[in-house]
């Protein structure tokens, strides 16, 4: 289904629910505006509300805008439940100069990704967010990803799905990428095309 601007955050309560586009379709402002719909409208405890951020800062590489963190669209992300990333996410395709390059950087996502996930399957909320899925998929396992979604209520998470940050060597790697996020699509109880 097509994302317009008018979402009705009450919807996405008691379900599990993925933004997937390309970038700059709004994915991590969407999911930072239901986060603040939850505290300040539902009145729900912030520390009921998991954030797992495995989005890049935001940047500019090769003339794309990419990235950025909940915490750039709601200041009041920081009172959640948030797991601290040990280093920091780097855009594996935008970073890379080969394809070694490419999976050197995707397997250092991965470790940072991997660790944050089970932190939150050892002490599971009722309310899951994942900003920027993607970059877990790279590598990563969707069984534990899917474990991990549902000891939650309420998930939201939000994927790139695109064509504007492949490049020649990474041609394999998009297409991976991108089938996991038609995996999950097929999976979740509600998914959202942001363009």
């Keep these: 289904m097509n994302l317009h601007n008018n979402i009705d955050y009450s919807s996405l309560i008691d379900h599990h629910t993925l933004l997937y586009g390309e970038t700059n379709t709004k994915k991590t402002y969407y999911t930072a505006i239901f986060i603040q719909f939850l505290i300040e ?36 992300g920081i009172k959640c439940n948030n797991f601290s990333l040990e280093g920091e996410i780097i855009p594996p395709r935008l970073n890379a100069r080969n394809i ?9 996502n991965y470790k940072i990704t991997f660790k944050i996930l ?49 490049t020649d060597f990474t041609n394999t790697f998009s297409l991976r990428e991108k089938r996991l996020v038609e995996y999950l699509v097929k999976k979740l109880e509600k998914s959202y095309f942001t363009g």
């Design 41 to 76: 409208s539902k009145h729900i405890d912030p520390k009921e509300i998991s954030i797992l951020d495995f989005a890049p800062p935001q940047c500019i590489i090769k003339n794309i805008k990419i990235g950025g963190k909940i915490k750039d669209f709601y200041k009041d």
């Design 100 to 108: 070694k390059e490419l999976y050197e950087n995707a397997c250092k």
């Design 118 to 166: 089970n932190l939150f399957n050892e002490n599971p909320t009722s309310i899951l967010i994942i900003n920027d899925i993607s970059i877990f998929l790279h590598i990563g396992n969707k069984k534990l990803l899917l474990d991990s979604i549902q000891k939650s209520h309420t998930f939201l998470g939000n994927s790139y799905y695109g064509s504007s940050i492949k």
